[in-house]
């Protein structure tokens, strides 16, 4: 079992910036992959980015590309999001996940914990 617990999440202005942690427990972190994803009201889970278990591969949804930035310290067990630039179409509860996989981190069903979300409201 792996333990996900994500903070930092808040009330923020358009063009603000917030930087999401997830701290993880149970299993050796490094292990695992890591995901974040986001729910707005109303809409599917998607997507926001993924970490390889070194950090070394780091992958982005493309409305996230150059504002936002995954990384990873597995010596704390953690993963964080930063995100800059911040619009209001960002509102919504961000998740991180944790995943064995290999492949398909783009996909929400391939992960196997999850944390249970923080919320994100960009004020325009």
């Known amino acids: 079992q792996v333990q996900l617990v994500e903070s930092g999440g808040g009330l923020v202005q358009a063009g603000g910036s917030l930087r999401l942690s997830c701290a993880a427990s149970?299993?050796?972190?490094?292990?695992?992959?890591m995901g974040w994803f986001r729910q707005a009201p109303g809409k599917e889970r998607e997507f926001v980015a993924a970490?390889?278990?070194?950090?070394?591969?780091?992958y982005y949804t493309d409305s996230v590309k150059g504002r936002f930035a995954a990384s990873r310290d597995n010596a704390k067990s953690a993963v964080y999001l930063q995100m800059n630039s911040l619009k209001p179409e960002d509102t919504a509860v961000y998740y991180c996940a944790a995943t064995t996989r290999a492949t398909e981190w783009k996909t929400a069903y391939f992960y196997d914990y999850w944390g249970q979300g923080t919320q994100v409201t960009v004020s325009s």
């Open positions: 149970g299993r050796t972190f490094s292990n695992y992959a």
């Open positions: 970490i390889s278990w070194n950090g070394g591969s780091i």
